[in-house]
């Protein structure tokens, strides 16, 4: 089994900053493959950003190109995604996740492909 437990979550006005972070523990073997959804409600859970564990092919929705960046510190089993230049749309609750993938595919896969979900967090950017 793999815990991952998410934080940093809040409420900023538009143009600010937020940085996430997802802690993962127990099988962290299991996966090789990390990312950040969100859900807004009424609208289904979207692949927002993700990479390999070696910290290759990272892929963007294309919303969040250009003001979001996803890193990782294998050392402490984090995944971090750094949010600038929030906007009102950006309004979700966010979730880090995990998978197997097998070869190197440069995209987020489907909410449907994930192993493992934190319980999310909840990112609030009003206008």
């Known amino acids: 089994q793999v815990q991952l437990v998410e934080s940093g979550g809040g409420s900023v006005e538009a143009g600010g900053s937020l940085r996430l972070s997802c802690a993962a523990s127990?099988?962290?073997?299991?996966?090789?493959?990390m990312a950040w959804f969100r859900q807004a409600p009424g609208k289904e859970r979207e692949g927002v950003a993700g990479?390999?564990?070696?910290?290759?092919?990272?892929s963007y929705a294309d919303s969040v190109k250009g003001r979001f960046t996803v890193s990782l510190d294998n050392a402490k089993n984090t995944v971090y995604l750094q949010m600038n230049s929030l906007k009102p749309e950006d309004t979700a609750r966010y979730y880090c996740?995990?998978?197997?993938?097998?070869?190197?595919?440069?995209?987020?896969?489907?909410?449907?492909?994930?192993?493992?979900w934190g319980q999310g967090t909840q990112v609030t950017v009003s206008s």
């Open positions: 996740a995990a998978a197997r993938r097998y070869g190197r595919i440069p995209n987020i896969p489907p909410p449907g492909s994930i192993g493992y």
């Open positions: 990479l390999y564990h070696d910290g290759s092919s990272i």
């Open positions: 127990g099988h962290t073997y299991s996966y090789n493959y």
